[in-house]
């Protein structure tokens, strides 16, 4: 069963520090890695799309990093600010399939 | 430059009653999807249609029918409302390339979501 494991749940970060989340998956045979971004009481938008052959990719102060070998990926925030909690969801499509396995995201607070 | 858009935004039903939450988007894509999000658990697949005409199965089916009135939208159904059903429902687009392959560089665009409560 393809599955999205995500790490840690929740994390607390001071404003102006960096974080990396962390995102594990066994979705299989493996076409793209996305981020999205919750905030509370809205619907996910997108941050990064990266297909098999690329391993990084950056969207402002958002960094993804991909390692198809070790199916593993990681987010990492630079210079947090306090409109930077939210949910974090990382998901993987299958390919040859319309369908995503989402994971249950990583709820971040950015503390002043 | 509206995206997705969910009606209604919330909805209280008492067990039994039937509903439709409705979606559009003005983006011209092709496929849409209903979607569930549960506390503690991530966004599960009810429905989906890869293009107008045509809709399938997801995850989490049962208890759901679904629509789509055309390309621009795509409806779903509770035809008996149980308190299991009570979440919130997000619809989502997503401009593929009508083969059953999700476009690799596309994202999904979701809407803000309906907050259903079935008491």
């Known amino acids: 069963k393809n599955q999205v494991e995500q790490s840690p749940q929740s994390l607390i970060i001071l404003e102006g520090k960096n974080c990396t989340l962390q995102?594990?998956?066994?979705?299989?045979?493996?076409?793209?890695l996305r981020w999205y971004k919750q905030d509370t009481g809205r619907g996910p938008v997108s941050l990064t799309i990266?297909?098999?052959?690329?391993n990084t990719k950056s969207n402002g102060r958002y960094t993804a990093t991909l390692d198809a070998d070790t199916k593993q990926s990681s987010l990492h925030i630079t210079a947090s600010q306090l409109s930077d909690s939210a949910s974090y969801i990382c998901?993987?499509?299958?390919?040859?399939?319309?369908?995503?396995?989402f994971g249950k995201g990583t709820k971040l607070s950015v503390i002043p | 430059n509206a995206g997705v858009t969910q009606t209604p935004k919330f909805q209280v039903l008492k067990t039994g009653q039937s509903m439709t939450l409705q979606c559009a988007q003005d983006?011209?894509?092709?496929?849409m999807y209903w979607y569930r999000q549960d506390p503690g658990m991530g966004l599960r697949l009810i429905y989906y249609?890869?293009?107008?005409?045509?809709?399938d199965k997801g995850e989490v089916p049962n208890g759901y029918n679904v629509s789509r009135l055309n390309k621009r939208e795509f409806s779903l159904r509770l035809e008996s409302a149980a308190p299991s059903q009570t979440s919130v429902y997000f619809c989502?687009?997503?401009?593929?390339?009508?083969?059953?392959?999700?476009?690799?560089?596309?994202?999904?665009?979701f809407g803000d979501g309906t907050r259903l409560s079935i008491l």
């Open positions: 998901v993987v499509s299958a390919a040859g399939s319309y369908q995503l396995t």
């Open positions: 995102c594990n998956y066994t979705v299989s045979p493996f076409s793209n």
């Open positions: 990266m297909t098999f052959s690329e």
């Open positions: 983006m011209n894509h092709n496929s």
């Open positions: 249609s890869a293009s107008e005409g045509t809709t």
């Open positions: 989502a687009s997503f401009l593929s390339d009508g083969r059953r392959q999700a476009y690799r560089s596309q994202p999904q665009h």
